[in-house]
């Protein structure tokens, strides 16, 4: 059992250490078990400090907070960043078992699920954490685990004899430090659009908190990146190790004779020594993108390419992300997680040449960017033929104002568009409203089972209202 000051020696920072044993760690006091050290983290809403009389009560063998506090029954630890410490700590509790493994963070606004998830079926033994994993396994975060969770999923995946580790790194992850103590083989960065600026504030601070997993990457880990976004260049210059660029007919791994059509892509992928043809079993350019940082990461890390090639073949996407059917009328609907400007307008371009009518059932976040609502209801409005404007975790926000800030971009384009904040409703009037050859997309939720609402979580499920469409009933597309 480690002791308190084994799992601080990385913090110069870190006094009076004491050498009590530590039977876990936790930085939610109602989670705090005998034996715990206790992180008190400051958080925009509650500051952790103010529970330590509870954690210590339930346990706590020693607290480590970032504020001067007069003495409490155990010893504490004053440190300049919590966050940061309860991350090193976590990789020391589990053995540090990123330094072990192909260890792969993948960042960017869009795209990142269906990379990680892609690496754990054309890389060998590789274990994945995915958004829809955290969901599916109920851990307190959306994307990037606190780091006591991943460093614990890691060093699973170690016992469990994978030979790598993929995750996504959020840019609220790194932010807060959660990914701090993970030794990386590989950062992959996919591209920039704008997405959680009220957390971050600017697109400034948006892109320094992606560029974080970069500066961590060690001498011999090697960044991969999309050289088609305009941020490339900084992500490159932030790699003290080996370059990989990826892209669509231009980069180290790139595609050449592309096509792509409504069932999937084909396309020759090649690296700077050999070529493979490929046939992706999904449509659209933005998967291209993602098949290609993939595969450009695990040939990175010494994989042949004609396996990488063969596994793509062979590949499917993550829980909710195209996820298509064909309705009895002759539509189709695709459920797809597509919540912000980029992955609409990518997903959206995909869909435009293949859609006699294009119907999209979207809402935008409450609580979130209100800047990023009347871009996307001007995507919709521009590249559909109607927009079906709903709830999308409205949160503690009027889901009306929400709704009226998208319908404003609609109409700035000059589309048509109908306002029904029930999304059930509005997602059966769109499959009811549907005919042969339309497409209805149904954007934003993908593998989420709830809406958040003023009211707490309410169930709410894409893929369920799909599959429960009475007389309408789905077929998946395979």
Request: proline letters at 6%.
């Amino acid at each position: 059992m480690p002791t308190a000051s084994v799992l601080l020696s990385s913090l110069p920072s870190a006094r009076g250490v004491p050498d009590v044993d530590v039977t876990g760690l936790a930085w939610d006091s109602r989670r705090v078990e005998t034996g715990n050290l206790f992180f008190a983290l400051p958080g925009s809403r509650s500051d952790g400090h103010r529970f330590i009389p509870e954690a210590v009560q339930r346990g706590a063998v020693a607290v480590v907070g970032e504020k001067h506090l007069s003495p409490f029954a155990v010893p504490y630890i004053p440190v300049p960043d919590a966050r940061a410490a309860l991350a090193h700590a976590a990789a020391a509790f589990y053995g540090h078992p990123t330094q072990k493994m192909h260890t792969i963070g993948v960042t960017g606004t869009n795209g990142k699920t269906t990379v990680v998830h892609l690496l754990g079926q054309i890389h060998p033994a590789c274990e994945t954490v995915t958004t829809v994993r955290v969901e599916q396994e109920n851990l307190s975060c959306v994307t990037t685990p606190e780091a006591p969770d991943l460093q614990r999923l890691a060093a699973r995946a170690l016992a469990e004899g994978k030979r790598a580790f993929a995750f996504e790194a959020s840019s609220i992850g790194l932010a807060q430090r959660r990914v701090v103590g993970t030794y990386l083989a590989a950062a992959v960065f996919t591209g920039l659009g704008r997405d959680h600026l009220d957390f971050h504030g600017s697109m400034a601070a948006y892109l320094g908190a992606k560029l974080r997993l970069f500066r961590m990457l060690p001498q011999d880990g090697v960044g991969v990146v999309n050289v088609e976004d305009r941020y490339a260049g900084q992500f490159l210059s932030a790699c003290r190790g080996p370059r990989v660029r990826y892209g669509v007919d231009r980069g180290d791994v790139r595609t050449r004779a592309l096509r792509v059509d409504a069932t999937g892509a084909e396309f020759i992928v090649e690296t700077p020594d050999s070529s493979e043809h490929v046939r992706l079993p999904f449509p659209g350019r933005h998967n291209v993108a993602n098949a290609l940082a993939a595969a450009a990461t695990a040939w990175a890390l010494g994989e042949r390419l004609p396996e990488i090639a063969a596994r793509l073949e062979e590949a499917s996407l993550p829980l909710g992300r195209f996820v298509r059917f064909r309705l009895n009328t002759g539509a189709t609907a695709i459920v797809d997680y597509a919540h912000n400007p980029h992955a609409l307008a990518g997903i959206l371009s995909s869909l435009r040449p293949h859609a006699r009518r294009l119907l999209v059932v979207f809402g935008a976040n409450g609580e979130a960017d209100p800047g990023k609502r009347p871009l996307m209801g001007g995507i919709v409005g521009q590249l559909a033929d109607l927009a079906v404007i709903t709830t999308d975790n409205p949160k503690g926000e009027d889901p009306r104002a929400i709704a009226e800030a998208v319908a404003r971009g609609v109409r700035a384009m000059g589309g048509h568009y109908r306002v029904e904040l029930d999304r059930a409703q509005a997602v059966r009037w769109a499959l009811d409203s549907a005919s042969e050859g339309d497409v209805v997309l149904l954007a934003g939720k993908g593998h989420e089972r709830y809406q958040f609402t003023a009211q707490g979580a309410v169930p709410c499920s894409d893929l369920e209202l799909v599959l429960s469409g009475g007389s309408r009933a789905p077929d998946p597309i395979e």
